[in-house]
């Protein structure tokens, strides 16, 4: 192609921008049929027979055409933006995830900083939702979800950065070529325990259960998004999905390995999407499986355990990098 | 979180990592146990004979003629009131000139059934009788009996189930002596 | 806030702060009912809490004046629809008691199979909707939460199988029961009651040892030994809270003196301890359905003639009050007859309407996310509550 740079990034940009949206309403399908399984029962099975293959597309039709209801006392610039400001960082995320070592928007060489540094700008258009919408509820929930997402972002980025201390370089196709001997989820009791925090730390940035009483549906309906509907919900959802399977991605990345895998070099992106599924999956069996917490105990886990926690963890990377020597597998 | 310091934190943690593993294998193994769903209405699950459904109006099984008598006995012990008859005199027996049933208010209690001396009204084992127009649950007489025919009738009938409250007692001359001889050989069911 | 002389708010005086008035309004995911709760809130404590009731009052006090004794006890169900043979039987107790009306043996035992039976459906539906609040909807409640009621499913089929209604059932009649057993149910009552048996231990290993839920339930809506006497509470909210009183035991009715059983008493007071002591519950329920099958005795099932007509029953001059267990706790039902075939005046004691009193000493001080705790343990159900 004889395109100039510019342009040739902006058509790879818009393809993984569409491939993203249709992963990830298939994605919502996926964590419907085994949060199903689990509960004994079969997930969505009628639309697209027999198993709900075109359930995602009918519910994206349906959220299009819903009436779009706005609160007639809510601050309207704020309440219309907030699912922008929302939806945007989480897909901005996508921009830096390499899918093969050469296949990708931007790998940029400070990729996980970027990642983490914008995954983090979704609180933003969370608060900016749970304000406008001039609800005691919505506004409870968003206090709620700063407290928690600010609380849980230092483990989540001491976690990821264990990796990036272990392979010695933030660009994240440097860190998959420095896992090509061992993953470093096999790395001894670092690798595992950093894994386990980074999940842990997913979970509650991703207000998934157990650490989900910002939306507690059962308390707080449905949380900041309670006076959304139809497309708005729909880009919130998105978003929301789409940080999900981010998040995902950029664990298989860190940990598992990326896209190596045994098969031809060709076969790279298929290993990343299974082991972004599997830390989906791992992900969503937890969220299936508890009850939550208070939020009082959520930001108690958060500050007394998970933060010296994973400080620990990041001393003792820098210690054995260190110990290493220079250069190091 | 941590009690007896540092020896607690490590019993607190292994106790969570042990209640999690729990958790998780619980619902693990049930991803692999077979759904319990139904796939109705594609299929119907077996009803069981008892089973309470829509009301229908009987024949008399030896002349095919209409079962119900007009007496309004059902009338009068419907609690929401649903039943309305008028009675038609005739020289051998009495009819039921009109019988309206408001479904849509049954509470399907059985009661009506209960009392019924002729087992004229009877209950169906099915229920399928879901409508968009409300004015379709209004029953006439005709729609009654043509329910009856349609759907598969329950177990229960006003004789079997008074026989089954209170045995009957030897010495009873009425005329209803052989029907309810009957009624009782049906009612007693193999091995009670 | 409304402040009527009849309700007393209690109100823990914190400094400072704003308060934030909220309502968790009768249409909430998880106010068991049509129930309307006011939260005063100072951040995230609950400081006062007002209840409103009332939006189910469906007059059933006034229905039993117009409804005989032969048709009252189909609609008594729908008082406590989630436990509907406990509140059926104590309509047909109260008849019988001023009436004099013995009831045959069977028919003791057969109210006794079904009353445990539908003890344990109850306490399905409680476990699955508690963990439903706390875990959420979408989440590991809802796990829970269909485990539950896939078991639940089970024992209303037997339910099915015996009247042919699976929540409702109009079983119980004046004088004994209206349906007798069908071939082969006490071998399926049997298998189901094994089986359940089975899943408790299930639900046990899920909850029981697990941090998150313990974290939740322990320590939260504490009722001490004194105020669950002061405001009467009874049922499962009393014996977590250190006194043994099961009206079974107290005032043995339908033959539950012939039965071997044990009343779980915990002494925390807890969210956690009223937990145990239902989860001891569905265990003993399995009991006394076991021995009452083996020793069910052969005979009539009513000691009066099957129901003919609508103004059959009739009761002498009199008045009476019976109470007995249901699964939230005590059910009273008290009658005044005049002679005729329907009543004078009915009376309903509910148990979760005297239950639900216990709240304004327990909530404030707690946080929101406990008073959905708080309010799945305490398990009301708003047919009795608002009668």
Request: aromatic share 20%.
């Given at each position: 192609m004889t395109l100039p740079p510019a342009a040739w990034h902006a058509v790879e940009a818009f393809i993984v921008l569409n491939v993203l949206l249709g992963l990830v309403a298939y994605v919502t399908l996926l964590e419907r049929k085994f949060a199903a399984r689990m509960q004994s029962r079969i997930g969505p099975y009628y639309v697209g027979r027999p198993h709900g293959w075109l359930q995602p597309v009918a519910d994206a039709l349906k959220l299009m055409l819903k009436e779009d209801i706005v609160p007639a006392s809510s601050d309207r610039a704020v309440y219309n933006l907030a699912p922008l400001v929302f939806l945007v960082p989480c897909l901005l995320i996508?921009?830096?995830?390499?899918?093969?070592?050469?296949?990708?928007?931007a790998d940029l060489n400070i990729g996980v900083l970027f990642f983490l540094a914008v995954s983090s700008l979704e609180i933003v258009g969370l608060f900016m939702g749970g304000w406008g919408s001039n609800n005691k509820y919505a506004l409870l929930s968003a206090m709620r979800a700063v407290n928690q997402i600010i609380s849980y972002d230092l483990p989540f980025i001491f976690a990821a950065l264990v990796p990036v201390v272990l392979a010695g370089s933030m660009q994240m196709s440097a860190i998959v070529a420095a896992q090509k001997g061992l993953w470093f989820v096999a790395y001894p009791v670092i690798g595992q325990l950093a894994f386990i925090a980074f999940v842990i730390a997913t979970l509650a940035a991703e207000n998934?259960?157990?650490?989900d009483i910002l939306e507690a549906e059962s308390e707080l309906v449905a949380g900041f998004r309670v006076e959304y509907s139809g497309m708005k919900f729909a880009l919130i959802q998105l978003g929301e999905y789409a940080h999900m399977l981010g998040t995902s991605f950029l664990g298989a990345l860190l940990f598992l390995g990326g896209w190596l895998g045994p098969g031809p070099a060709a076969l790279g992106p298929l290993w990343l999407l299974l082991k972004a599924l599997v830390i989906f999956l791992l992900v969503t069996w937890v969220r299936w499986s508890f009850v939550r917490i208070r939020v009082d105990q959520i930001l108690a886990i958060s500050w007394k355990l998970l933060m010296p926690a994973t400080l620990v963890l990041l001393l003792a990377a820098g210690f054995v990098v260190a110990t290493r020597g220079a250069g190091g597998g | 979180m941590a009690d007896n310091g540092a020896h607690g934190f490590w019993r607190e943690t292994g106790q969570l990592v042990g209640a999690v593993g729990r958790a998780m294998s619980v619902t693990l193994r049930n991803l692999f146990r077979k759904p319990v769903t139904i796939h109705y209405p594609d299929v119907q699950r077996p009803y069981p004979d008892r089973f309470r459904g829509i009301l229908a109006l009987a024949y008399e099984k030896d002349t095919g003629e209409e079962a119900c008598i007009g007496c309004r006995l059902c009338e009068y012990v419907c609690p929401p009131q649903v039943i309305k008859v008028e009675m038609l005199k005739g020289e051998k027996r009495n009819y039921a000139k009109t019988f309206t049933l408001e479904l849509y208010a049954?509470?399907?209690?059985?009661l009506c059934v209960q009392v019924c001396p002729t087992d004229a009204i009877i209950m169906m084992k099915s229920f399928d009788l879901a409508t968009a127009d409300r004015r379709e649950l209004l029953l006439d007489k005709d729609r009654l009996h043509a329910l009856g025919l349609q759907f598969e009738p329950s177990w229960a009938t006003g004789n079997r189930l008074r026989d089954m409250q209170a045995p009957p007692k030897p010495a009873r001359g009425e005329a209803r002596g052989e029907g309810k001889a009957e009624a009782k050989g049906e009612a007693k069911e193999p091995a009670e | 806030m409304t402040a009527t002389q009849t309700q007393q708010v209690v109100e823990i005086g914190y400094g400072g702060n704003e308060r934030l008035m909220m309502n968790m309004g009768p249409q909430h995911p998880s106010s068991h009912g049509v129930f309307r709760m006011i939260l005063t809130l100072e951040g995230e404590t609950v400081v006062a809490v007002d209840a409103v009731i009332g939006y189910l009052h469906r007059c059933h006090e006034k229905l039993g004046e117009s409804l005989t004794y032969v048709q009252y006890p189909s609609i008594a169900s729908k008082t406590d629809y989630v436990a509907a043979m406990t509140a059926e039987l104590a309509y047909v107790s109260a008849v019988e008691k001023i009436a004099k009306i013995e009831v045959p043996k069977r028919a003791q035992y057969l109210r006794v199979i079904v009353a445990e039976l539908q003890r344990i459906a109850s306490h399905c539906l409680w476990l699955g909707t508690w963990c439903l609040d706390m875990g959420g909807a979408l989440g590991g409640g809802a796990t829970v939460f269909l485990y539950c009621i896939r078991e639940r499913e089970m024992v209303l089929d037997r339910f099915e199988e015996l009247t042919g209604a699976r929540l409702l059932y109009g079983f119980h009649q004046t004088g004994g029961t209206r349906y007798d057993i069908p071939a082969g149910w006490d071998k399926k009552v049997r298998e189901t009651v094994d089986f359940i048996e089975h899943r408790l231990d299930e639900y046990e290993a899920m909850l029981e040892t697990n941090t998150f839920f313990r974290v939740r339930t322990q320590g939260v809506g504490v009722i001490s030994r004194e105020v669950a006497e002061t405001v009467g509470v009874s049922g499962p909210l009393i014996r977590g809270s250190g006194v043994g009183y099961d009206v079974r035991r107290a005032e043995p009715y339908s033959s539950y003196g012939d039965f071997d059983f044990v009343v779980p008493v915990e002494t925390a007071g807890d969210c956690y301890a009223r937990y145990r002591v239902r989860m001891v519950e569905f265990r003993q329920s399995i009991r006394i359905i076991r021995q009452a099958l083996d020793g069910l005795p052969e005979g009539p099932i009513s000691s009066r003639p099957g129901v003919k007509s609508v103004a059959q029953v009739r009761v002498p001059k009199g008045e009476g009050y019976t109470r007995i267990e249901g699964a939230r706790g005590e059910i009273g039902c008290y009658l005044v007859s005049d002679g005729g075939p329907k009543p004078y005046r009915l009376k309903w004691r509910g148990a979760s309407f005297s239950n639900l009193a216990v709240l304004p000493y327990i909530v404030p001080g707690h946080k929101v996310a406990d008073v959905v705790a708080i309010m799945g343990s305490v398990d009301p159900v708003f047919g009795e509550v608002d009668r």
């Open positions: 996508f921009a830096t995830i390499p899918f093969a070592p050469a296949l990708g928007v998934r259960v157990p650490f | 049954c509470e399907f209690c059985e | -």
